[in-house]
């Protein structure tokens, strides 16, 4: 089945393809499921405790796209130690919503909790930089 960075960096490219063609049960199949699961995000609520509060807002996320969005990792590390891993690393949103283009960077620590030899993602840290001077996020930021 591969090394355990082989494993975490396939769980990923799942994500990547369940969420680019707006599949919720694909997407979901991804989390760590239950309680446990902990997000934070870039959009309201802002965070989710629970694997079903996440499914919520993945449904609304994907209703706000005008067609199926775009993801890109770029620099994604895996750091993995027995059964607990993270990847840091950017991740890239873009598609169109409400007929406005969106197209933009994000900072991600993904945690992943390796249960039954597979490896799930249990907490999902998702920001922008934030201009202090003014307090708003720098949605413009490339990596």
Known sequence: MGSDEEQIRAVRTEW??????????????????GPEYLGFDVMPPFSFAGSDSFRRNWVTFFEMF????V??????KVHCSGDVAFTTGFTRFAGSVGGNKVDLW???????????GKWLMIH??????IDLSTGVGITDFRP
């Open 71 to 76: 993801f890109e990792f770029k620099n994604m």
């Open 66 to 69: 005008d067609e199926d969005p």
């Open 16 to 33: 990547q393809n369940a969420v680019q063609s707006r599949d919720v049960e694909r997407t979901m199949a991804t989390y760590y499921p």
């Open 106 to 116: 994000t900072r991600e620590t993904i945690g992943f909790r390796k249960t039954d």
């Open 124 to 129: 999902d840290h998702v920001s922008v930089p």
